[in-house]
Protein backbone atom coordinates (compact mmCIF):
# COMPACT_ATOMS: atom_id res chain seq x y z
CA UNK A 1 0.00 0.00 0.00
CA UNK A 2 1.10 3.21 -1.00
CA UNK A 3 0.18 5.24 2.47
CA UNK A 4 1.11 8.75 0.71
CA UNK A 5 -0.79 11.15 -1.35
CA UNK A 6 2.32 11.09 -3.90
CA UNK A 7 2.68 8.31 -6.23
CA UNK A 8 5.26 6.35 -6.01
CA UNK A 9 7.49 6.35 -9.56
CA UNK A 10 8.96 2.95 -9.47
CA UNK A 11 8.64 -0.29 -6.86
CA UNK A 12 10.30 -3.12 -8.01
CA UNK A 13 9.53 -6.83 -5.55
CA UNK A 14 13.00 -8.04 -5.90
CA UNK A 15 14.35 -11.80 -4.09
CA UNK A 16 17.39 -13.92 -4.71
CA UNK A 17 18.03 -17.14 -3.83
CA UNK A 18 21.65 -18.25 -4.35
CA UNK A 19 22.00 -17.91 -8.43
CA UNK A 20 18.70 -17.24 -8.93
CA UNK A 21 17.04 -14.06 -9.02
CA UNK A 22 13.38 -12.95 -9.88
CA UNK A 23 11.67 -9.87 -9.65
CA UNK A 24 8.41 -8.23 -10.16
CA UNK A 25 7.87 -3.92 -11.28
CA UNK A 26 5.49 -1.36 -10.96
CA UNK A 27 5.66 1.79 -12.38
CA UNK A 28 3.45 4.84 -10.69
CA UNK A 29 2.21 3.07 -7.50
CA UNK A 30 -1.08 5.18 -6.56
CA UNK A 31 -2.77 3.35 -4.41
CA UNK A 32 -1.32 -0.35 -3.90
CA UNK A 33 -1.08 -3.19 -5.64
CA UNK A 34 -0.50 -7.05 -5.23
CA UNK A 35 2.24 -8.83 -6.99
CA UNK A 36 2.71 -12.39 -7.38
CA UNK A 37 6.07 -13.61 -6.15
CA UNK A 38 8.43 -13.45 -8.78
CA UNK A 39 9.35 -16.83 -10.48
CA UNK A 40 13.14 -17.28 -9.69
CA UNK A 41 15.15 -18.06 -13.02
CA UNK A 42 19.15 -17.89 -13.88
CA UNK A 43 18.81 -15.70 -16.44
CA UNK A 44 20.98 -12.64 -16.90
CA UNK A 45 18.20 -10.55 -16.31
CA UNK A 46 19.67 -8.80 -13.39
CA UNK A 47 21.24 -6.46 -16.32
CA UNK A 48 17.63 -5.61 -17.61
CA UNK A 49 16.77 -4.43 -14.29
CA UNK A 50 19.48 -2.03 -13.50
CA UNK A 51 18.90 -0.63 -17.28
CA UNK A 52 15.57 -0.35 -16.14
CA UNK A 53 16.18 0.86 -12.66
CA UNK A 54 18.99 3.87 -13.81
CA UNK A 55 15.86 5.04 -16.40
CA UNK A 56 13.56 5.20 -13.74
CA UNK A 57 16.53 7.55 -11.19
CA UNK A 58 17.51 9.94 -14.51
CA UNK A 59 13.48 10.47 -15.14
CA UNK A 60 13.39 11.09 -11.29
CA UNK A 61 16.02 13.93 -11.60
CA UNK A 62 19.59 12.40 -11.51
CA UNK A 63 22.13 13.15 -14.22
CA UNK A 64 23.11 9.80 -16.37
CA UNK A 65 26.33 9.73 -14.54
CA UNK A 66 24.83 10.26 -11.20
CA UNK A 67 22.09 7.41 -11.72
CA UNK A 68 24.90 4.92 -12.56
CA UNK A 69 27.25 5.65 -9.87
CA UNK A 70 24.29 5.56 -7.13
CA UNK A 71 23.60 1.71 -8.69
CA UNK A 72 27.05 1.10 -8.90
CA UNK A 73 27.16 2.44 -5.26
CA UNK A 74 24.14 0.25 -4.02
CA UNK A 75 23.49 -2.73 -6.24
CA UNK A 76 25.50 -5.69 -4.37
CA UNK A 77 23.35 -4.37 -1.78
CA UNK A 78 20.39 -3.94 -2.90
CA UNK A 79 20.30 -7.02 -5.10
CA UNK A 80 22.20 -9.39 -2.56
CA UNK A 81 20.09 -12.42 -1.20
CA UNK A 82 16.49 -12.31 0.01
CA UNK A 83 13.55 -10.55 -0.80
CA UNK A 84 13.32 -6.66 -0.85
CA UNK A 85 11.21 -3.67 -2.11
CA UNK A 86 13.29 -1.34 -3.53
CA UNK A 87 11.15 1.73 -4.67
CA UNK A 88 12.09 5.99 -6.11
CA UNK A 89 10.83 7.58 -2.92
CA UNK A 90 8.24 10.36 -3.98
CA UNK A 91 10.20 13.86 -3.55
CA UNK A 92 7.26 15.39 -2.28
CA UNK A 93 8.16 12.98 0.90
CA UNK A 94 11.76 13.70 0.64
CA UNK A 95 11.35 17.20 0.87
CA UNK A 96 8.29 16.94 3.87
CA UNK A 97 10.71 14.58 6.13
CA UNK A 98 14.39 16.14 5.14
CA UNK A 99 13.49 20.01 3.96
CA UNK A 100 16.71 21.27 2.62
CA UNK A 101 17.06 25.63 1.86
CA UNK A 102 20.37 26.78 0.48
CA UNK A 103 21.34 29.83 -0.11
CA UNK A 104 21.82 31.42 -2.34
CA UNK A 105 18.95 29.39 -3.88
CA UNK A 106 19.40 27.10 -7.10
CA UNK A 107 17.63 27.94 -9.80
CA UNK A 108 16.49 23.88 -9.25
CA UNK A 109 16.80 20.93 -6.75
CA UNK A 110 16.24 17.00 -7.30
CA UNK A 111 16.87 14.78 -4.80
CA UNK A 112 16.22 11.65 -5.74
CA UNK A 113 16.06 9.13 -3.00
CA UNK A 114 15.78 4.91 -3.22
CA UNK A 115 13.94 3.02 -0.20
CA UNK A 116 14.42 -0.79 0.96
CA UNK A 117 12.08 -2.77 2.30
CA UNK A 118 13.47 -6.20 3.54
CA UNK A 119 10.89 -8.73 3.11
CA UNK A 120 10.60 -11.83 5.75
CA UNK A 121 8.95 -14.43 3.37
CA UNK A 122 8.14 -18.09 3.97
CA UNK A 123 11.67 -18.88 2.18
CA UNK A 124 13.72 -16.87 4.12
CA UNK A 125 12.25 -17.95 7.25
CA UNK A 126 12.87 -21.46 6.53
CA UNK A 127 16.40 -20.90 5.25
CA UNK A 128 17.50 -18.95 8.48
CA UNK A 129 15.54 -21.49 10.48
CA UNK A 130 17.65 -24.36 8.94
CA UNK A 131 20.73 -22.20 9.34
CA UNK A 132 20.37 -21.88 13.23
CA UNK A 133 18.98 -25.37 13.86
CA UNK A 134 22.14 -26.79 11.53
CA UNK A 135 25.07 -23.90 13.14
CA UNK A 136 25.26 -22.77 9.59
CA UNK A 137 27.29 -19.66 9.97
CA UNK A 138 28.18 -18.99 6.48
CA UNK A 139 23.73 -19.17 5.51
CA UNK A 140 23.07 -16.80 8.52
CA UNK A 141 26.13 -14.59 7.61
CA UNK A 142 24.25 -13.73 3.94
CA UNK A 143 21.18 -11.80 5.94
CA UNK A 144 24.15 -9.52 7.28
CA UNK A 145 22.51 -6.49 9.66
CA UNK A 146 18.77 -7.96 8.91
CA UNK A 147 19.83 -11.17 10.62
CA UNK A 148 18.46 -10.06 14.33
CA UNK A 149 15.52 -8.45 12.98
CA UNK A 150 14.34 -11.26 11.18
CA UNK A 151 14.86 -13.49 13.96
CA UNK A 152 13.04 -11.45 16.45
CA UNK A 153 9.88 -11.06 13.73
CA UNK A 154 10.06 -15.19 13.36
CA UNK A 155 9.78 -15.61 17.69
CA UNK A 156 7.16 -13.36 18.08
CA UNK A 157 5.10 -16.12 16.09
CA UNK A 158 7.16 -19.30 17.05
CA UNK A 159 5.05 -22.14 18.86
CA UNK A 160 7.81 -25.19 18.93
CA UNK A 161 9.56 -24.82 22.01
CA UNK A 162 13.54 -26.20 20.85
CA UNK A 163 13.08 -24.10 17.36
CA UNK A 164 12.33 -21.07 20.10
CA UNK A 165 15.36 -21.90 21.82
CA UNK A 166 17.54 -22.04 19.14
CA UNK A 167 16.48 -18.98 17.36
CA UNK A 168 17.08 -17.25 21.17
CA UNK A 169 19.85 -18.84 21.37
CA UNK A 170 21.25 -17.22 17.96
CA UNK A 171 19.81 -13.99 18.91
CA UNK A 172 21.38 -13.57 21.87
CA UNK A 173 24.91 -14.45 19.74
CA UNK A 174 23.57 -11.67 17.77
CA UNK A 175 23.34 -9.60 20.32
CA UNK A 176 26.94 -10.24 22.20
CA UNK A 177 28.46 -9.72 18.72
CA UNK A 178 26.99 -6.22 19.02
CA UNK A 179 28.63 -5.58 22.03
CA UNK A 180 31.86 -6.62 21.28
CA UNK A 181 31.72 -4.45 17.91
CA UNK A 182 30.79 -1.18 19.87
CA UNK A 183 33.34 -2.11 22.79
CA UNK A 184 36.05 -1.85 19.53
CA UNK A 185 35.17 1.49 18.92
Known amino acids: MNQSSAKIPKLILFERRGEKIGFR ?27 DLEGSLISSGLYPEEAHAMLESWKDSWFEEGT ?79 RTAQLNEALQQIYVSYVAQNQLR
Open 84 to 162: RLIYVVPSSFVEKILPLSIEPQPATIHRVFVGRMELLTPATQRAIETAVATHDKVTLAIYGRFLGPMIESILRNATDPV
Open 25 to 51: EVNTLREGAILDPPILDTSPALDSLLS
